[in-house]
């Protein structure tokens, strides 16, 4: 079983910057991709960007050039992080935003309670 801490998010203006952080333990995570997925009110969960063990990411069109996603890696694989810096932010960026971390071929996903991100002059 994978357990998943979320920390960051918060109030924004326009063009500004925030930093989303997701720790993930419990389990070797060499074969699980981490990444966040947003959910605007009224909408449907999108991607927003992911990333491998290999350092492989994806990018929804919409966040590309403006978040870039890290992974940084313990010994062992056992403890992970997920960074999300998010910068030049829009209106449209509000969200809630959830962590995501899931096994490459297996049916294990796993998913954090979520953050708010509100951008807004």
């Known amino acids: 079983h994978v357990q998943i801490v979320e920390s960051g998010g918060g109030f924004v203006q326009p063009g500004g910057s925030l930093k989303l952080s997701c720790a993930a333990s419990g389990s070797d995570l060499t074969f699980y991709r981490m990444g966040w997925y947003r959910q605007a009110p009224g909408k449907q969960r999108e991607l927003v960007a992911t990333?491998?063990?290999?350092?492989?990411?994806?990018?929804?069109?919409a966040v590309k050039d403006r978040f870039t996603i890290y992974r940084h890696i313990s010994r062992h694989n056992v403890n992970n992080t997920v960074d999300l810096q998010m910068n030049s932010l829009k209106p449209e960026d509000t969200a809630i935003y959830c962590c995501?971390?899931?096994?490459?071929?297996?049916?294990?996903?796993?998913w954090g309670q979520g953050t708010q991100v509100t951008v807004s002059s």
């Open positions: 995501n971390v899931a096994h490459t071929w297996t049916q294990a996903n796993y």
């Open positions: 990333i491998t063990s290999g350092g492989i990411a994806k990018y929804a069109d």
